[in-house]
């Protein structure tokens, strides 16, 4: 919260926000990607290590597919959150 105070750094924040968002905005594609590569290992490590229900989480019980996509759109609306408020602070 201090930070956020001087102004020097909040113009300094938006302008970097500014610069790596359209990059970091890509990272559900990366995701994508990275989901494909292992999804055969996937398969293999529910042989392996047989899933426990952990209520707070909730993946367990999705599928590989689900649990991505959940994921994705976690990142996605904190993505949203950032962007509209980093915009707020000039």
Known sequence: ???LKDEK??????????????DLK???????????????SESFNHSQWPIVNNPENGDETMTFQQAVDRAKQAFLDK????????????
């Open 1 to 3: 919260p201090a930070l």
């Open 26 to 40: 890509k990272l559900p594609e990366y995701m994508d990607a990275q989901a494909d590569y292992i999804r055969l």
């Open 79 to 90: 993505w949203e959150w950032m962007d509209k408020n980093i915009r707020n602070l000039r």
């Open 9 to 22: 750094f909040r113009n300094r924040l938006v302008e970097r926000w500014d610069m790596y968002k359209a």
